[in-house]
């Protein structure tokens, strides 16, 4: 065990922290809009958009996450028409290529939560709304975004902790997140198990506030149904 | 398409083969992670606080730590591990691990964390009565656990241990970090000597897609068939 080693390399790995935190927040808040969309999509009733938001949501949870950072970090450069667009710009940066990834994966992801929290509100609930004359959008904002919070927040939760496992791949294309610095550092001093037991351990205490966390507003909107 | 073609000219066979690979680890790595599950699971449930915490602490790592972290720790810390248990046998000299080995035990510590979490659930909640009434009819532990509690417990894990082994497929790209030709290595290999990345990434999403897309398919299967009788 080499104790100087951990001890030398914590700043370092805390820093790099601070690059998982930033491309776990923007894309879990990217994620939650895009999620949304596909959610209200999926309850449309035509069937065009319907089999559209299945398609994507099918497609992003079929495939590893590496895959899709591959095909639009390496693969997107490739057409030259995108090359002239101002989406070059967002395109050849590793950190946007990394969060445009993540927030199409987690807003896949999060879209079957919201859907099913939707769909199991019961119908009962509506129609008492509808019956004491509540306007349709206090209806949608004060009963139903209520009771879909509730109902998403358990699976939810886990969908954040997979989501800052999942910034661990941003190393893949050259972001120096905790991961990367992680592999840098067990690179140049062979010591793995060390440094593993330091980020690991600062993963395990991110995984441990976000549990807790969910866990308070599982109690806030622990209201009956 | 002239990339996909078999032979020399494409990249087609070597594509297949890949498939195969990563097929193979997932597998071999799937079957790992139920001898863990074997494992931690009965420690997961003791009554005994010290056995139990041994249980906890290794699904709780395992899933809070990334994938990417843990295939690096066995990557880099295998061959010393190993190399370290051979010099107290006498053996100095370099052991290197095979990539298959490396890449399947990886994936199967992980999967075998969630697999334990599954047959802790499907276990639990199994009625205790049949677990009383096996025991007073005088059923041998044989009888008493493949023929009782075995069917009950897999007929409710089995949709979760599905979830898993889509996981477990999934996950089995990040090993091509080790350099085992699977799937993801060969189309980045393909990718840089052709100059086409997007052809072949695209390529491996949609293998990735066949892959559990039919494996769904036979495990909904299994999942009817395990129903039977309720």
């Known amino acids: 065990m080499d104790i100087e ?4 390399s914590f700043p370092k790995l805390l820093n790099a922290t601070l690059i998982t935190l930033k491309l776990l927040s923007v894309s879990l808040i990217l994620g939650l809009f895009i999620g949304l969309g596909f959610a209200i999509l999926r309850m449309n009733n035509n069937k065009l958009i319907n089999k559209f938001a299945y398609g994507y949501s099918y497609i992003f949870r079929g495939t590893p996450l590496l895959v899709q950072i591959f095909i639009i970090y390496f693969g997107l450069g490739q057409i030259e028409y995108l090359r002239t667009t101002f989406l070059w710009v ?4 590793p950190y946007w290529c990394a969060i445009i990834a993540f927030s199409l994966n987690t807003g896949a992801y999060t879209s079957e939560i919201l859907r099913s929290a939707f769909q199991t509100i019961k119908p009962g609930y509506l129609e008492a709304g509808r019956s004491l004359g509540i306007p349709s959008k206090i209806i949608f904002t004060k009963i ?49 198990v060390e440094v593993f037991i330091v980020a690991g351990g600062i993963y395990l205490f991110m995984t441990f506030i976000i549990h807790n966390v969910i866990k308070y507003l599982e109690k806030k909107y622990g209201f009956q149904t | 398409m002239e990339l996909l073609y078999f032979g020399d000219k494409g990249w087609g066979d070597e594509l297949f083969f890949a498939t195969l690979m990563t097929i193979a680890v997932s597998i071999t790595a799937m079957i790992i992670g139920f001898i863990f599950a074997a494992l931690f699971t009965p420690l997961k449930l003791s009554n005994n606080k010290f056995l139990n915490s041994i249980g906890n602490a290794y699904t709780t790592v395992i899933r809070g730590v990334p994938e990417l972290l843990v295939i690096y720790l066995f990557f880099f810390g295998g061959s010393g591990a190993i190399m370290f248990v051979a010099s107290i046998f006498g053996y100095n000299d370099y052991i290197e691990i095979n990539a298959f080995l490396t890449g399947s035990f990886s994936i ?96 491996a999403a949609v293998l990735y897609l066949i892959l559990t897309f039919l494996s769904m398919q036979l495990l909904n299967r299994l999942e009817t068939k395990y129903s039977k009788g309720y």
């Open chain 1, 90 to 93: 967002v395109l050849k940066e």
């Open chain 2, 108 to 203: 199967g510590i992980i999967s075998g964390a969630y697999s334990t979490e599954v047959f802790r659930g499907a276990l639990q909640s199994i009625d205790k009565g049949q677990f009383e009434a096996a025991k007073v009819l005088g059923f041998n532990k044989y009888i008493y656990f493949f023929k009782i509690i075995l069917p009950q417990m897999l007929r409710l894990a089995i949709p979760n241990l599905s979830n898993v082994w889509q996981i477990t497929l999934k996950d089995t790209s990040l090993i091509s970090v080790t350099g085992l030709v699977e799937i993801m290595r060969q189309s980045y290999i393909a990718a840089g000597s052709t100059r086409d990345p997007l052809f072949f990434y695209s390529f």
């Open chain 1, 144 to 192: 139903q975004i209520p009771i879909a919070i509730k109902q998403s927040l358990p699976a939810y939760g886990n969908e954040i902790i997979l989501m800052l496992k999942g910034t661990s791949l941003a190393s893949t294309v050259t972001l120096m997140d905790l991961t990367g610095v992680a592999k840098y550092i067990i690179s140049t001093t062979f010591k793995p």
């Open chain 1, 5 to 8: 080693l951990m001890i030398s």
